[in-house]
């Protein structure tokens, strides 16, 4: 069976699993539009419209529409509806990715405290400086509902690794001493959001970082897979928290549409040994040793050693993972 078989919608990051900046990742295109199934994009970066996203992914080589496209803002806006409703004004810290989506539910946009705000609504843009900063600081002492698109820590640039939208709100949670409700990945609203939208029951999730694709979709109870071509490689998938462990492993979006390799556990009697294979593959898990035997091709050699340590009976850290393993 294909990863595909019986999913009714299929869940897409972007940045390391469609793209990277403004290029296509390598055999992504053609995989995703040979996907029957509805695809939805879900994206944290809160600086970009659903139609932007739309075109920047049509320019690849994907005919897609700002419906296909669930951004951090859009899952914001039913958060901050328990709190406001449409005439509020509201005190953003960010760009069009937000404003975009409270005018058109009707909301006010503000950006300083002295406008009298009922909420304040945070995430990424390249042109947040202290001072959107401190006037979210100034509002939000006076107790107002905060809530923050994402909470990634780093986003990617054309000069680098950058400092994120966590990063930013983190500043402003110095300075006020509460955290905001979070509504893109690993939180749940992104996700319902997603499938809510095309009302499926039986989704998957493909991303490239754990901490955000993985543990959301974990949160969410859909199945997740983890492609190789982005941020999250062998170390930290074999060093990962329960919480951020796939469901399944593939080198590159190619691996949905072929049969997913079946692992093999065998016990050794004589001398306690458990072996893990996939195709080729074998990993050794003997006590407290996770041991290559054999590579294998592709992600084989991964998948077996994912299963060797997350079925053994302690934690990753109490493990001596063979350094062969963790690449």
Do not use: C
Not at 102 to 115: F, I, K, M, N, S
Not at 202 to 212: C, E, K, N, P
Not at 224 to 237: C, E, K, N, P, Y
Request: proline residues 6%; charged residues 20%; hydrophobic residues 45%.
């Amino acid at each position: 069976m294909t990863l595909l078989d019986g999913v009714d919608a299929v869940l897409f990051d972007l940045d390391g699993v469609v793209y990277a900046g403004p290029t296509a990742v390598p055999h992504a295109v053609e995989a995703i539009r040979a996907i029957a199934q509805p695809v939805l994009y879900l994206t944290n970066n809160a600086s970009r419209t659903d139609a932007q996203v739309a075109s920047h992914l049509s320019e690849l080589g994907l005919e897609t529409t700002a419906e296909q496209v669930v951004t951090s803002p859009q899952a914001a806006m039913p958060l901050l509806a328990r709190h406001a409703t449409a005439g509020d004004a509201i005190l953003v810290v960010g760009g069009d990715g937000i404003t975009v989506e409270l005018e058109a539910r009707g909301y006010r946009v503000v950006r300083t405290a002295a406008e009298d705000p009922v909420a304040v609504v945070q995430g990424f843009a390249p042109h947040v400086g202290w001072k959107d900063l401190a006037e979210a600081a100034f509002a939000l002492h006076r107790g107002i509902p905060w809530i923050a698109t994402n909470m990634d820590w780093t986003i990617p640039q054309a000069g680098g690794i950058a400092p994120g939208n966590g990063t930013l709100v983190s500043a402003v949670h110095t300075a006020v001493g509460r955290m905001p409700e979070v509504a893109g990945k690993p939180e749940t609203p992104i996700f319902a959001a997603a499938i809510e939208r095309v009302g499926a029951s039986s989704a998957i999730m493909v991303g490239d970082r754990l901490d955000t694709d993985i543990r959301g979709a974990n949160r969410a109870g859909i199945p997740s897979v983890l492609v190789l071509t982005g941020i999250d490689q062998a170390r930290t998938v074999l060093l990962a928290i329960p919480e951020d462990r796939p469901t399944h492993i593939i080198a590159d979006l190619r691996e949905l549409h072929a049969d997913y390799p079946e692992t093999r556990e065998t016990f050794e009697r004589s001398t306690g040994a458990t072996y893990a294979e996939v195709g080729r593959a074998a990993v050794r898990r003997l006590g407290a040793d996770v041991t290559l035997v054999r590579a294998g091709e592709g992600a084989d050699t991964l998948r077996a050693a994912a299963h060797a340590v997350f079925t053994a009976d302690r934690g990753a850290s109490a493990l001596r993972i063979d350094p062969a393993l963790l690449g």
